[in-house]
């Protein structure tokens, strides 16, 4: 198992590791032993190493605690595997068998705020991009990226629906209220009904002052 990175240091490491024989918890014997094998040499570290068989009264429960302060060879920007040096279990050698792995600064461990840029930009994190301000030309693919959006807001069907009476309207609702307008109006007395594209479904009505010489028109729906 992987127990993780380590800060320069760090006291010490402690895990717990079983031992079993076709699935029943089985102790370690023979004298076991666990020590630390560094990076990809044959450098080994005996010192500073605790090996409890049987932790807590549980057997096949093995309690490792290693003091990383008892050798000089743990040190910055290496892995270290734990592997049992001695020992058996039912009546096998397990000498060999690693049981654990972990490192010292060997990762990517940079504080998060560290890698944030020191100040803001107008306000937001400067990018490649570069903050824009007044008379700063936009690359071509910002260009391209507008272009796109105005393409897709001019190709964009509108929405059939129009505000409530007596409420202000979307852009789009009053244009599509205007078009419907010059080519959908019945008239029939003082009432004018708008209808929607299909030709039949009422989209909104208004009501003139005059059936013959109207001045005038109110929207009623």
């Known amino acids: 198992m992987h127990l993780g990175d ?39 570290i005996t010192g500073g190493i605790t090996l409890t068989e049987g932790f807590d009264g549980n057997t096949g429960a093995n309690q490792v605690l290693i003091d990383l302060s008892a050798d000089a060879a743990y040190v910055v920007g290496e892995d270290y595997t734990a592997y049992l040096s001695a020992g058996t ?35 937001r994190m400067d990018s490649d991009q570069g903050a824009k301000s007044g008379n700063v030309a936009l690359s071509a693919q910002e260009k391209l990226d507008v272009n796109i959006e105005v393409d897709t807001a001019f190709t964009t069907q509108v929405a059939d629906s129009v505000p409530a009476d007596g409420t202000r309207g979307t852009r789009e609702q009053l244009l599509y209220m205007l078009s419907q307008f010059m080519m959908e109006p019945n008239y029939s007395g003082t009432t004018v009904t708008i209808k929607k594209v299909d ?6 009505t208004l009501t003139l002052d005059d059936a013959t010489n109207p001045t005038s028109a109110t929207r009623e729906t």
Do not use: H, W
């Open 6 to 44: 380590y800060q320069e240091d760090y006291a010490k490491v402690n895990f717990t590791f079983f031992t079993t024989v076709n699935g029943t918890p089985t102790a370690l014997a023979g004298t076991p032993a666990i020590s630390v094998y560094v990076g990809n040499s044959i450098t080994q």
């Open 89 to 123: 279990l039912g009546g096998i050698s397990v000498v060999g068998q690693a049981v654990a792995y972990f490192s010292i600064e060997n990762r990517r461990t940079e504080d998060v705020v560290a890698l944030l840029p020191t100040a803001l930009v107008g306000g």
């Open 199 to 204: 030709g039949s479904t009422t989209l909104f």
